[in-house]
């Protein structure tokens, strides 16, 4: 039994772009035989605007002949060019074997996407990421100083049929919980910056913004974007979230590669003890200490535990004494848990080791959190 989808990619066209009539469009299409046997010769049919279900053997507007396909994932890949719709509401429809000539498992063989024609080119921004970029925030937790200023990165789509302009982009901080929704109008934004360099239809773009103001209010906070904010068209918000501190705090992550190491010559033996090693970078913006740190290391399965500040005081954990040196920002430190008892069955293991397991030091990680947490760090191990 075999079975054939269509699968299509649209170039320059996504969910309800605005194309322009009676500008016509081309298609990228693959058909797949996802079944267990080859299939036959067979027919795809595409309409450019059938919002209905269409029955075998019915008039498309665009027919393909698709070969042959080998089974469990035969492909045939084709570009169709001319495709056209009037003004309006279209739906774009394409039917795999239209003919019904193929004895299949599943004959879901009709995909659809809806997109809009206007009876004039127009432009279609969207704003499709906010992404920090490298700068006063911690890149693994987003976090800065009240009184300082982050960058941002704008990722911006056109998805029309004519070039355009982001023009004048606007910024809005709060906390979290801000209920303010940023429009073209209202309310004032605390930052303002202007871009005239246009998108072409169909294209990506990066922009780089520098000197976002760090809401002044420390907490949970977040700030909204509001692209092309002098039109009427639309509202291109996007958000993105951080932590505004009033001090520095160190943000510890694992470096390298982390390993368990047996006790004496040898690989790791079953019964026998290893030491865990690890290395850790300090990304945070101030410095801090690393704390008491407890690993486990008899654990089958991937932890899914929630783990707090007595779980390495368990059966089976081991504890450093703890580590009281402060930390400097992007310094690196050593830790070693030794004496790690290690399962009596050779298999696949995994060690969990918990930073400041004590929850002593606040980190970037844990600030304005309800209950106190640690990072936890997984390595994967094997006995044979």
């Given at each position: 039994?075999?079975?054939?989808?269509s699968?299509?990619r649209?170039?320059?066209?996504?969910?309800?772009?605005?194309?322009?009539?009676?500008?016509?469009?081309a298609?990228?299409?693959?058909?797949l035989?996802?079944?267990?046997?080859k299939?036959?010769?067979?027919?795809?049919?595409?309409?450019?605007?059938?919002?209905?279900?269409q029955?075998?053997?019915?008039?498309a507007?665009r027919?393909?002949?698709?070969?042959?396909?080998?089974?469990n994932?035969?492909?045939?890949k084709?570009?169709v060019?001319?495709?056209?719709?009037?003004?309006g509401?279209?739906?774009?429809?394409?039917?795999?074997?239209?003919?019904?000539?193929?004895?299949?498992t599943?004959?879901?063989n009709q995909?659809?996407?809806?997109?809009?024609v206007?009876?004039?080119?127009?432009?279609?921004l969207?704003?499709?990421?906010?992404?920090?970029?490298p700068?006063?925030l911690?890149?693994?937790?987003?976090?800065?100083?009240?009184?300082?200023?982050?960058?941002?990165v704008?990722?911006?789509?056109?998805?029309?049929?004519k070039?355009?302009s982001?023009?004048?982009v606007?910024?809005?901080?709060?906390?979290k919980?801000?209920t303010?929704?940023?429009?073209?109008?209202?309310?004032s934004?605390?930052f303002?910056?202007r871009?005239t360099d246009?998108?072409?239809p169909?294209?990506?773009k990066?922009?780089?913004?520098?000197?976002i103001?760090?809401?002044?209010?420390?907490?949970?906070?977040?700030?909204?974007?509001?692209?092309?904010?002098e039109?009427?068209e639309?509202?291109?918000?996007?958000?993105g979230y951080?932590k505004?501190?009033?001090a520095p705090?160190?943000?510890f992550?694992e470096?390298?590669?982390s390993?368990?190491?047996?006790?004496?010559?040898?690989?790791l033996?079953?019964?026998?003890?290893?030491?865990?090693?690890?290395?850790?970078?300090?990304?945070g913006n101030?410095?801090?200490?690393?704390?008491?740190?407890?690993?486990?290391?008899?654990?089958d399965?991937?932890?899914?535990?929630e783990f707090?500040c007595?779980t390495?005081?368990g059966?089976?954990?081991v504890s450093?004494s703890?580590?009281?040196a402060?930390?400097?920002?992007?310094?690196?430190a050593k830790?070693?848990?030794?004496?790690?008892?290690?399962?009596?069955s050779?298999?696949?293991y995994?060690a969990?080791?918990?930073?400041?397991?004590?929850?002593?030091?606040?980190?970037i990680?844990e600030a304005?959190?309800?209950v106190?947490s640690?990072?936890?760090i997984?390595?994967?191990?094997r006995?044979?």
């Amino acid at each position: 039994m075999s079975e054939v989808h269509s699968i299509s990619r649209y170039g320059g066209l996504v969910p309800d772009p605005p194309t322009a009539a009676p500008a016509t469009f081309a298609l990228r299409v693959v058909v797949l035989n996802i079944g267990l046997s080859k299939a036959p010769k067979s027919t795809l049919s595409i309409w450019a605007d059938s919002p209905l279900e269409q029955q075998c053997g019915a008039r498309a507007d665009r027919t393909l002949e698709v070969p042959k396909l080998k089974a469990n994932g035969g492909k045939f890949k084709a570009l169709v060019e001319g495709l056209s719709a009037p003004a309006g509401p279209r739906t774009l429809r394409l039917f795999a074997d239209s003919e019904g000539k193929i004895n299949e498992t599943s004959e879901a063989n009709q995909i659809t996407c809806n997109y809009t024609v206007t009876a004039n080119p127009i432009a279609n921004l969207g704003l499709v990421g906010v992404a920090w970029a490298p700068t006063n925030l911690v890149t693994a937790d987003f976090a800065g100083l009240t009184g300082q200023t982050f960058d941002v990165v704008l990722t911006v789509q056109n998805s029309g049929s004519k070039e355009g302009s982001i023009g004048t982009v606007k910024f809005l901080s709060g906390l979290k919980n801000d209920t303010r929704v940023l429009s073209c109008g209202s309310p004032s934004s605390d930052f303002t910056v202007r871009f005239t360099d246009a998108i072409h239809p169909g294209k990506v773009k990066n922009y780089k913004v520098q000197g976002i103001p760090i809401f002044a209010t420390p907490g949970l906070s977040m700030v909204q974007v509001l692209i092309d904010a002098e039109g009427r068209e639309s509202d291109n918000i996007g958000r993105g979230y951080y932590k505004s501190l009033a001090a520095p705090l160190p943000a510890f992550y694992e470096v390298g590669t982390s390993r368990m190491t047996p006790r004496g010559l040898g690989p790791l033996k079953r019964g026998g003890t290893a030491d865990l090693k690890i290395t850790l970078r300090n990304g945070g913006n101030g410095p801090g200490a690393v704390g008491v740190v407890s690993a486990f290391a008899n654990g089958d399965e991937l932890p899914l535990d929630e783990f707090n500040c007595t779980t390495g005081r368990g059966a089976g954990w081991v504890s450093t004494s703890e580590f009281t040196a402060q930390v400097a920002v992007k310094a690196k430190a050593k830790v070693v848990v030794k004496g790690l008892r290690l399962p009596f069955s050779p298999g696949k293991y995994y060690a969990v080791m918990l930073l400041d397991s004590t929850c002593k030091n606040q980190d970037i990680y844990e600030a304005f959190e309800a209950v106190p947490s640690m990072s936890v760090i997984v390595v994967e191990y094997r006995i044979y």
